[in-house]
Nanobody, 121 residues
Framework: VQLQASGGGLVQAGGSLRLSCAVT????????MRWYRQPPGKQRELVAS???????NQSDSVKGRFTISRDNAKNTVYLQMNNLKPEDTAVYYC????????????????WGRGTLVTVSS
């Protein structure tokens, strides 16, 4: 199982980016999917989460600007980021919990490698 995040880049303040994270492998189902971020010199923090049923949560710092969504048929989670601010600069990581593969009865969690988002002022 691998998580491949994409969509990061350099954007001016007020701009938008859409991150994607595809989970590949012999996937049967995925539980909650999350986006975390780690700003330079700081600890990793939770940005948003979405359950298999589509229930979402966002951190207060991004509420109203970021939207998490998922396509269960594609095993992909998205993060639409609007009105970006310089303080959103970070490496963004996707996380998938409750990953169940075919021909397995073991449920596991996985992390992607991260994609860098840089917001200039």
């Amino acid at each position: 199982v691998q998580l491949q995040a994409s969509g990061g880049g350099l954007v001016q303040a007020g701009g938008s980016l859409r991150l994607s994270c595809a989970v590949t492998g012999n996937i049967r189902s995925i539980g909650t999917m999350r986006w975390y971020r780690q700003p330079p010199g700081k600890q990793r923090e939770l940005v948003a989460s979405i359950t298999i049923g589509g229930k979402t949560n966002q951190s207060d710092s991004v509420k109203g600007r970021f939207t998490i969504s998922r396509d269960n048929a594609k095993n992909t989670v998205y993060l639409q980021m609007n009105n970006l601010k310089p303080e959103d600069t970070a490496v963004y990581y996707c996380n998938a919990e409750g990953v169940l593969e075919y021909y397995s009865d073991t449920v596991r969690g996985y992390w992607g490698r991260g994609t860098l988002v840089t917001v200039s002022s």
